[in-house]
């Protein structure tokens, strides 16, 4: 992981760039919160406060490589939101 970023592939092949923002480990299994990095062509009106942030659960392992899915159960979300919350401090997490 450099400078907080990972690239992630997905199951097309296409990948995107994303930043890891924190990272938990809750009963042997490892989250991170993540959001995509922008280009800098952000939405007019579009506030860094407001930013689209994924939660991924790691899966398992493939070689050297973690794989990662993002938590779409909402129930799960919320729990592991809160825990980031509490790690960053003034953020709230929303399920869409």
């Not at 919160?33 to 398992?60: F, H, P, R």
């Not at 794989?67 to 401090?89: C, N, P, W």
């Amino acid at each position: 992981m450099k400078d907080n970023r990972i690239s992630l592939e997905f199951d097309d092949g296409s990948t995107s760039e994303v930043e890891v923002l924190e990272q938990t480990s809750i009963g042997n299994i490892n989250y991170l919160l993540v959001k995509e990095i922008n280009d800098g062509t952000e939405a007019e009106g579009e506030e860094e406060s407001e930013a689209l942030v994924y939660i991924m659960k790691q899966i398992g392992t493939d070689g050297d490589d973690a794989v990662y899915e993002e938590v779409e159960d909402e129930e799960e979300f919320y729990s592991i939101a809160r825990v980031f919350e509490q790690l960053l401090g003034d953020v709230e997490l929303e399920f869409e």
